[in-house]
């Protein structure tokens, strides 16, 4: 795994953004892997492994998160944001040369690639939405606002981890190394010698005011790549009857249910490599 960063725009001026890869920086084949709310790029470090053969695999920190920049304009966390700098980022990692660009998206990153998908020229040649649909129900926004931004303190490690295990717990069945890894690429220990969560609270402020139902249908509609939607079958964001509309509309997605796995499925097991790898070498 390298590691690098790539400057992006906002309001405010210029922040820079992290990002890990994998594989060979000159295969015509990258595949971006975007993260979700509170995560970080390092959640794909086990699928990038297993893709680094095939793909130059890379996975961005989304500013706010991991070890990107916070921005300076709290109001500027949002979706324009960070198109904008994922398009910096395509630019870097492509250097002007014609390569396939793949975009594997969790929740908060699926969204990103259903947006970027439906993009007039847009590079995507294939698309895999993890958990997120073109229909986001406003019963769902309300539990992830109960407790994104609240930054929690913890006095050891060994508690954020513990923590991580509870309010992640539809992740699925993990190993107890796979919940480490999780806990120890969010985590942030502060000055006090406190540990809490490597992310700027204010990325919370899309949850501010009334909130609603996130509609994307009509950018969905215009996505016309290949496209998987992976769904946790317990999941509260991408429901049973959305994720079914969306293999019968816009790109008609091959949609495969996960069991005993709901927001968000991690994408670490073999089962789970194995779904992505042959959707993505597929001819």
């Not at 095939?54 to 709290?74: A, I, Q």
């Not at 717990?169 to 999780?182: I, K, R």
Request: charged share 20%; hydrophobic share 45%.
């Amino acid at each position: 795994m390298n590691t690098d960063t790539v400057l992006c725009l906002s309001s405010k001026g210029f922040h820079r953004m992290r990002y890990y890869d994998w594989g060979d920086p000159a295969n015509s084949r990258v595949l971006v892997c975007v993260h979700g709310l509170t995560r970080n790029g390092r959640d794909f470090d086990f699928l990038a492994q297993a893709l680094a053969a095939d793909f130059h695999v890379v996975c961005p920190d989304v500013v706010g998160r991991g070890l990107s920049d916070w921005l300076e304009s709290k109001q500027d966390y949002g979706y324009i944001q960070y198109m904008a700098d994922m398009t910096a980022l395509l630019a870097r990692v492509t250097g002007g040369a014609e390569k396939s660009i793949y975009w594997l998206g969790t929740s908060m990153g699926g969204l990103l690639g259903i947006l970027m998908g439906a993009t007039r020229n847009n590079p995507i040649r294939k698309l895999i939405v993890n958990d997120a649909g073109m229909l986001v129900p406003k019963a769902a926004l309300e539990r992830l606002a109960l407790y994104v931004g609240k930054d929690p303190r913890f006095a050891t490690l060994d508690a954020l981890e513990a923590h991580v295990r509870r309010v992640s717990a539809p992740f699925g069945a993990l190993t107890d190394e796979q919940w480490h890894h999780l806990t120890v690429h969010s985590a942030r220990q502060h000055a006090d010698g406190t540990w809490g969560f490597r992310y700027d609270p204010a990325i919370a402020n899309a949850f501010s005011g009334e909130l609603n139902d996130i509609d994307l249908s009509a950018y969905w509609d215009a996505i016309a790549c290949p496209t998987l939607l992976l769904r946790g079958a317990d999941s509260d964001i991408l429901l049973r009857e959305t994720a079914e509309a969306m293999t019968r509309r816009g790109p008609k997605a091959t949609l495969r249910e996960f069991p005993a796995v709901g927001h968000a499925p991690m994408l670490m097991c073999d089962e789970h490599v194995r779904v992505i790898k042959d959707f993505l070498l597929d001819a």
